[in-house]
């Protein structure tokens, strides 16, 4: 899942505005050499975004509802106001591609991400997670289905 949030950076990294956050009123930075959030520059800012959307998506995929508007929202500030279009189709365009390899390698995604193995959803009437390994399409183990027939039929009647 790495390739796609470095991919993403290498696209972007040339767009990247060099200034950092914007100093406060009272601050004494001067104007065009604004220090960067917590020490770090607006490069290692973006690729750890990048690189943060997709080891959500990767572990958490079936609650992490639009992947590229957030990841989007947390990089779009780095860029100048020329670049936003360009930013917002990159990220949509990898996000997607990401989102196609996940769903057609579920197991193999999460385990480029994670050490742990995937698990289902669910929990068990002891309120313990299930262990079981899951479906790839829905999260859920085969004794757990049938609340991924709920939910669905949920998100039909909102």
């Known amino acids: 899942m790495y390739q796609f949030s470095r991919a993403i950076y290498r696209e972007l990294a040339p767009y990247i505005a060099e200034m ?6 009272a601050g004494s930075g001067r104007a065009g050499s604004y220090p960067a959030a917590a020490g770090k520059t607006n490069h290692e800012q973006v690729l750890r975004a990048c690189e943060s959307a997709m080891e959500r998506l990767a572990t958490d995929r079936h ?21 936003q279009a360009r930013v917002h189709r990159v990220v949509v ?11 057609e390698n579920p197991h193999a995604a999460h ?3 994670s050490d742990e ?7 068990t009437r002891k309120g ?3 262990q079981r390994t899951p479906l790839p399409h829905n999260g859920y183990c085969p004794s ?6 709920t939910e669905n039929s949920e998100q039909l009647a909102a």
């Open 20 to 25: 950092g956050y914007p100093p406060s009123r």
């Open 144 to 149: 757990h289905q049938h609340l991924a027939d």
């Open 63 to 83: 609650y992490f509802a639009r992947p590229e508007r957030t990841l989007f929202w947390d990089i779009r500030m780095h860029f100048p106001m020329s670049q």
């Open 128 to 130: 313990a997670a299930c």
């Open 93 to 103: 365009r990898y996000m997607s591609l990401a989102q196609r390899y996940l769903t």
């Open 117 to 123: 193995p995937l698990q289902c959803r669910a929990t």
């Open 111 to 113: 385990a480029s991400v």
